[in-house]
């Protein structure tokens, strides 16, 4: 068989790394240059964008070190019983690609995950091999990203984060049970238990000795975790709550939601279809109210029956429409807690309608100049000059709102 070139690889295996949404910027339309049409492609090159602790948005090289893989998670295209195209690289060839297009700007960092192959320890000390290469050999200052490997040896993955600016270990499935029916040679425990470690590492990492000195960082940006969704019968309720408890627990900086994808030569236990991506899309906005509003994991899946996210409608503007005894409310003299939950208006909006009022009285016109999105909000605030009337109570208000009915197609 002929031994498959760097570009080859990089084909097969940065295409198999976009089902995972960790640094993703999918859902693009797919545009490609390389028959000498046109300049540049969105696909094939795996570069994705992410964000650097700092709030920059940088471009990784995002890309599976292997899709080989000794297990076979049912969900999952590399798995040992797909049919796909294999590949691997070598770890000169992954330190290779990643200094030659940091070299000609293409990228700021490195997003590496892989496949299994032999065991989790060979796999881990490969990946951490790549990441010793790049930092101490090429003197590499960029982003790494290291997709862990739960089970790998503890002693790997501390050098990981020595070497890495974040860490993520997959919890794959949003319960215990779906991860045991549909990914068998996974343990939720192991994978509970190396996200702790991650955790008291960091925490370590950042305690002072009684010279005042510290030890080295591990992972400073923080662990991240990804779940699919839509591949099992799991409610948006039942995701919400697995991510609060690890928010809660392991300090995670960022739950990924990754629509389930149909894969080739799928299992019949998968459903057919993939979910809408706009169910990801709102468990993201279900996600930044628990963290940065202070809503309350209830309120946000009880704004609806059957326990899932409105399509429709963002979360907030659906609690409010459910709540709508509550408003509306005086920007003027309102609380920020209640602030945060008036549709269009944003954390940044609220402190700066906090901080303007204790200089004078808001007008309505002051409020759009503050940030806040009136289409949405102005149904739920008064200010100097505005009052919504009977707005609030009209029963067409959601429809103001949700997009018009479409006819369902027949096929």
């Known amino acids: 068989m002929a031994q498959k ?41 795996g570069i994705c964008h992410s964000y650097a602790p700092d709030g920059r948005c ?63 320890d060979k796999t881990m000390e490969d990946m951490v091999r790549i990441a010793r290469k790049l930092r101490e050999e090429e003197n590499f200052r960029g982003y790494i990203h290291l997709k862990t490997i739960p089970d790998a040896a503890p002693e790997l993955i501390a050098e990981a984060g020595r070497l890495a600016d974040r860490l993520s270990i997959n919890v794959e499935l949003p319960t215990d049970q779906a991860v045991k029916d549909y990914a068998p040679e996974k343990s939720p425990d192991q994978i509970r238990k190396a ?70 030569d799928a299992s019949s236990r998968l459903p057919l279809v993939s979910p809408p991506l706009q169910r990801e899309h709102r468990l993201y906005q279900a996600d930044w109210l628990l963290r940065f509003y202070d809503f309350q994991l209830d309120e946000i899946t009880g704004a609806t029956s ?60 002051d409020i759009a100049r503050l940030g806040a999105s009136l289409k949405k909000a102005r149904a739920f605030i008064t200010a100097k000059g505005w009052t919504p009337g009977g707005l609030i109570d009209s029963t067409n208000l959601r429809g103001l709102f949700a997009p018009p009915p479409e006819q369902l197609s027949l096929f």
């Not at 990089?10 to 976009?18: E, H, M, Y």
């Not at 996200?195 to 000195?213: C, E, I, N, P, Q």
């Not at 709550?241 to 960022?254: A, C, V």
Request: aromatic share 8%; with cysteine; hydrophobic share 35%.
């Open 5 to 45: 070139t760097i570009s080859e690889k990089l084909a097969i295996l940065s295409d198999a790394a976009k089902y995972d949404a960790s640094c993703a910027s999918s859902g693009s339309t797919k545009r490609d240059s390389s028959d000498g049409k046109g300049l540049g492609s969105n696909t094939g090159a």
């Open 58 to 120: 940088i471009s990784l090289l995002k890309i599976l070190m292997t899709n080989f893989c000794i297990y076979d998670c049912v969900y999952c295209v590399n798995r040992v019983s797909s049919n796909v195209e294999r590949a691997r690289f070598s770890v000169d060839e992954v330190v290779q690609l990643t200094t030659d297009f940091y070299r000609r700007n293409y990228i700021e960092g490195l997003f590496l995950s892989s496949g299994i192959i032999r065991s989790p």
């Open 195 to 264: 996200m702790a470690d991650v955790k008291l590492r960091r925490t370590v990492s950042k305690d002072r000795s009684h010279t005042g000195k510290r030890p080295p960082k591990f992972a400073p940006a923080g662990q991240s975790t990804q779940v699919i969704i839509g591949a099992d019968g799991a409610n948006d309720a039942t995701i919400l709550g697995q991510s609060t408890r690890l928010y809660g627990s392991y300090g995670l900086k960022r739950v990924y939601y990754s629509a389930f994808s149909p894969i080739p």
């Open 306 to 365: 059957g326990g899932n996210l409105d399509l429709d409608i963002d979360p907030k503007l659906a609690w409010a429409l459910a709540h709508r005894g509550l408003f509306p409310l005086d920007v003027n003299t309102a609380s920020r807690e209640m602030l945060l939950r008036v549709p269009g208006f944003g954390v940044k909006t609220v402190n700066r309608i906090l901080a303007s009022r204790r200089q004078r009285t808001l007008r309505y016109e």
